[in-house]
């Protein structure tokens, strides 16, 4: 069974700080995303890394930024959190190829900036 | 980049009945449309997904159909039973594009 662990179900930060969100997969997939999850809009990607130290754009990574140092392992950075940041965040994994396979969702992370 | 676009945005069906979820897509490229169901507090899983070389995939109550060249795409899921309550999200991506495109989901509930 693939295993995508976030580290944190419930976060709550205040406005400014310094906030890491950490992935961590067993099942040693490439590729790995980060998703934020609102009512009304679904997911929307906001980064993601199809190996170690490499990482794109998604659609809205304006406030985040992303490492991945280990293969197992991508963290997301909010680097001064705001308000309009309080969301459900959530990690995925898949394996590359030439047909594109499930992605594997970790449990989320419910952040709120207060 | 890709807009898909799902309706309807929440859906209530009497138990026994059936659902349809249609979601349309905008980049004629892509080529893999899965869909994923999110239970209540729970991580969304993939319960179906259907290639572009295929018209439709069924899976015992749940099936998928494509409509490549009017670019939209549909779940049904037949005989609804109350563990059906869930959110649903539809995607699309092209191959060796690992970025999925989710659409905005659908709540169906399924009433007793």
């Known amino acids: 069974d693939v295993k995508v662990t976030q580290s944190s179900r419930y976060l709550v930060k205040r406005t400014g700080e310094k906030v890491f969100l950490e992935c961590v997969q067993d099942m040693d997939h490439e590729n790995m995303f980060w998703y934020r999850q609102d009512p009304g809009l679904g997911l929307r990607l906001i980064y993601f890394?199809?190996?170690?130290?490499?990482?794109e754009k998604g659609d809205i990574p304006e406030g985040y930024s992303v490492s991945r140092e280990k293969k197992e392992r991508f963290s997301l950075i909010l680097e001064s959190a705001s308000t309009n940041q309080t969301s459900m965040y959530l990690c995925?994994?898949?394996?590359?190829?030439?047909?594109?396979?499930?992605?594997?969702f970790g449990q989320g992370t419910r952040l709120t900036v207060v | 980049g890709e807009n898909v676009e799902q309706h309807p945005s929440t859906l209530s069906v009497q138990e026994g009945d059936s659902a349809v979820i249609k979601c349309t897509y905008s980049d004629s490229a892509s080529n893999y449309f899965p869909w994923y169901k999110q239970e209540l507090g729970k991580r969304p899983q993939l319960i179906i997904d259907?290639?572009?070389?295929?018209g439709e995939k069924k899976d015992q109550r749940i099936a998928v159909t494509l409509n490549k060249t009017a670019k939209h795409f549909s779940l049904h899921i037949t005989e609804t039973q109350p563990e059906d309550s869930a959110v649903y999200f539809c995607a699309a991506s092209r191959s060796n594009d690992y970025k999925l495109s989710f659409g905005a989901g659908t709540t169906v509930t399924v009433r007793a």
């Open positions: 890394s199809y190996d170690v130290k490499m990482k």
């Open positions: 995925a994994s898949s394996i590359p190829g030439i047909m594109n396979t499930e992605a594997f």
């Open positions: 259907i290639r572009s070389n295929v």
